[in-house]
């Protein structure tokens, strides 16, 4: 079973930036997966930040575009998300996450496997 750690948040001013780590271990897909980063305000629904797909292509929601970027160090076994430009309304726990298939890489219904969290939080 995949065990996902995340960790990197924090508390940061607007205009700044952060990087969250998601150490993955028990990793044995062999076939096609995604692995993403969602985040979850208090009183909203879970949403998809940024996936990445067999490790390669990558997609993002429209509100992050242009200032978040996911990248995965296979050798570390590590996924990353690059937080620049941060704002308020990216405060959050963020999530990674990790399924067996292709597509559909944000929708967060169809992953299995899930970290604990990490709190970020971004003052005006």
């Known amino acids: 079973q995949v065990q996902l750690v995340e960790s990197g948040g924090g508390s940061v001013q607007a205009g700044g930036s952060l990087r969250l780590s998601c150490a993955v271990s028990g990793f044995t897909y062999s076939g096609r997966y995604c692995m993403g980063w969602f985040r979850q305000a208090p009183g909203k629904e879970r949403e998809g930040v940024a996936g990445i797909e067999d490790g390669v292509s990558t997609t993002y929601a429209d509100s992050v575009k242009g200032r978040f970027t996911i990248s995965r160090d296979n050798a570390k076994n590590t996924l990353y998300l690059q937080m620049n430009s941060l704002k308020p309304e990216d405060t959050a726990d963020y999530y990674c996450?990790?399924?067996?298939?292709?597509?559909?890489?944000?929708?967060?219904?169809?992953?299995?496997?899930w970290g604990q969290g990490t709190q970020v939080t971004v003052s005006s």
């Open positions: 996450a990790a399924k067996p298939r292709a597509g559909s890489c944000l929708a967060h219904r169809y992953y299995n496997d």
